[in-house]
């Protein structure tokens, strides 16, 4: 069972940056794909950004291109999502997910292509 925590979640004002970190309990990012996605009350689940698990490219939803930055590091079960210029509309609670099925440079942007989840981890940002 892999399992996957994040980290680096707060409050923060508007225009302020914060980092998310994504822990795997096992060596998975040698062949799966990681993402971040992310949910404000009563709106559906979004795609933030993700990873393939050959690539070193981010995809990005058009809300945070520009912004947001992810990258990994296999060697420590790794994915970071660094967050910058942020906006109050990026209030959410922030979710990691890992794709055992994804190409080697695929990133898939429905989150029912992810089979593993975090716990999640709040981003608040304060006009």
């Known amino acids: 069972q892999v399992q996957l925590v994040e980290s680096g979640g707060g409050l923060v004002q508007a225009g302020g940056s914060l980092r998310l970190s994504c822990a795997a309990s096992?060596?998975?990012?040698?062949?799966?794909?990681v993402a971040w996605f992310r949910q404000a009350p009563g709106k559906e689940r979004d795609f933030v950004g993700g990873?393939?698990?050959?690539?070193?490219?981010?995809h990005y939803g058009d809300s945070v291109m520009g912004r947001f930055t992810i990258s990994r590091d296999n060697g420590k079960n790794m994915v970071t999502l660094q967050m910058n210029s942020l906006k109050p509309e990026d209030t959410a609670i922030y979710y990691c997910?890992?794709?055992?099925?994804?190409?080697?440079?695929?990133?898939?942007?429905?989150?029912?292509?992810?089979?593993?989840w975090g716990q999640g981890t709040q981003v608040t940002v304060s006009s």
């Open positions: 096992q060596r998975i990012f040698n062949n799966y794909a």
């Open positions: 997910a890992a794709d055992s099925d994804a190409g080697p440079f695929q990133v898939g942007r429905i989150s029912s292509q992810y089979e593993y």
């Open positions: 990873i393939s698990w050959a690539g070193s490219n981010g």
